[in-house]
């Protein structure tokens, strides 16, 4: 006879103890502790076994199950090399107001244009206020089909009656398993608890693969990736992806985080307007277009974003110190490497930054977070510091390491060619590069006190 083992797990966050008390020991919320009657696990694993399931030789599994089929939305069918994959699972996840909804549509009304049909579960939204959005990206095709609940029970029912061959499910964090019952909390938990979160994206995904539809659901993602949810889906789903930008920019990025059906390094690049998302052809048109030159602090980087360059405006700005502790401010920028750059400064080019206060930021929404930031983070500080302002057709790329030297990086061509195309014609890179593209001088530098000084904002220059 199987054992059966005694557990408690709380319905918040899914921790287990074997002891019922109060108040979860994990995430102190009270009363959160349900008695669990599990069998042991190892019974249930060696009772569940199925012996029909035998290994096959690799080589003979049939590649073509794994086609994507393009979604008619070009920037979301780059990222995903092709487009989505029958039976695939597909987490999309972003701050909250960052466009998820908003592209998932896009995608769904191209589909159902594209004369498929395909199924929005809209959990957060009405059928009138989805209807609303839709007016603003276009005409609604009639194979574009819309469900406005929140029970995962009911979606999967409407997936095995309606033949639909893409299913959105808006928001994973808003769909329950099991009934609410009134006054009592829900056995599974509130929608949105880990637990819920979990149960729900292991039906989805389990429907995705049974009946061979792609599934996409979207999850909301705080900026310091908490808020539980999606970070635990992650290992789940097929692909991850990942919208990002700045609220108040209109710039959006799409990258994959996680794919298993192709390469993750391509970058999907969209505009906000007012009919929707559009894809930007030049970002570079859009993240330097009201680029102020001649002022000191600020320099242009070519960033990488996945595979593609992007020429990002750097800015620092610094002042007395106001408190008793220096204060440091970043933007769009790893806080941690702008302390390391700050302490290689003070360090090594005698720059007097660790008694002021320093402010950093990427222009236009942009996240650089990348070690090739540190010259030109180095380079801007030092300008902001002396008050001399730095070429305005200079970039600057290279990794800055704590002795003060300067390092290679990545995709240096690349990030190169992209600056030649922009119009820039000089660049401050690693000694060690190769020669560079026609049209751009390179000024190859050892240290970055030897870059300091090649424009005058390092230790000799007078502080500003
Ligand atoms: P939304 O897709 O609802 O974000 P999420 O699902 O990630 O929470 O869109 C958020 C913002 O986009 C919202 O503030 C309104 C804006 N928006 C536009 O600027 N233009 C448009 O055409 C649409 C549909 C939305
Ligand atoms: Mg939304």
């Known amino acids: 006879m199987p054992r059966t083992v005694r557990r408690h797990r709380c319905i918040d966050c899914g921790a287990t103890a074997a002891q019922w008390v109060g108040r979860c020991p994990t995430c102190g919320e009270w009363n959160t502790l349900v008695e669990e009657s599990a069998l042991d696990p190892l019974v249930r694993a060696v009772n569940d076994l199925d012996l029909s399931a035998m290994p096959v030789p690799l080589s003979s599994v049939d590649v073509a199950e794994a086609e994507a089929v393009p979604t008619g939305v070009d920037e979301f069918d780059r990222v995903l090399t092709g487009g989505l994959v029958p039976g695939s699972a597909t987490l999309l996840g972003g701050e909250p107001g960052i466009g998820k909804s908003t592209l998932l549509l896009q995608v769904l009304i191209a589909r159902a244009a594209a004369g498929h049909r395909v199924l929005l579960v809209s959990a957060e939204e009405s059928a009138h206020q989805v209807r609303l959005r839709a007016e603003r990206l276009g005409p609604v095709p009639p194979g574009l089909l819309i469900l406005p609940v929140t029970d995962v029970g009911a979606v999967v029912a409407a997936v095995t009656e309606a033949d639909c061959d893409l299913v959105a499910v808006d928001s994973i964090q808003a769909v329950a398993v099991g009934p609410a019952v009134a006054g009592e909390r829900r056995a599974g938990g509130v929608p949105g608890s880990i637990t819920q979160v979990r149960e729900c994206a292991d039906q989805l995904v389990g429907l995705a693969k049974a009946r061979q539809v792609a599934v996409v659901l979207v999850g909301h993602v705080t900026k310091d990736g908490s808020l539980a949810g999606p970070r635990a889906l992650e290992h789940m789903v097929d692909t991850v992806l990942s ?7 209109a710039l959006r990025l799409l990258v994959a985080v996680k794919h298993r059906f192709g390469p993750t390094g391509e970058l999907g690049i969209f505009e906000m307007g007012d009919h929707g998302l559009n894809r930007v052809d030049d970002p570079g048109r859009l993240l330097l277009g009201d680029r102020l030159t001649g002022v000191a602090g600020g320099i242009v980087l070519p960033a990488m974003q996945g595979r593609r360059t992007l020429l990002v405006e750097l800015q620092a700005l610094v002042t007395p110190m106001a408190q008793a502790q220096p204060k440091r401010a970043v933007v769009g920028l790893d806080g941690g490497r702008l302390a390391m750059t700050l302490a290689v400064l003070a360090r ?44 305005a057709d200079l970039v600057a790329v290279g990794e800055v390491g704590l002795a003060g030297e300067v390092r290679q990086v990545d995709n240096l061509a690349r990030r190169l060619d992209e600056a030649v195309r922009l119009g820039f014609s000089r660049a401050v890179v690693p000694a060690s590069s190769p020669p560079g593209p026609a049209g751009l001088e390179l000024i190859r530098v050892d240290t970055v006190v030897e870059a300091l000084q090649r424009f005058e904002v390092g230790p000799s220059a007078p502080v500003g």
């Open 348 to 391: 090594h080019a005698d720059l007097p930054v660790l008694g002021l206060d320093v402010f950093a930021s990427v222009a236009g929404g942009v996240r650089v977070t990348e070690p090739g930031a540190d010259l030109a983070v180095a380079l801007a500080v030092a300008s902001a510091t002396t008050g001399r302002a730095l070429p």
């Open 243 to 249: 919208f990002e930008g700045d609220r108040h920019h």
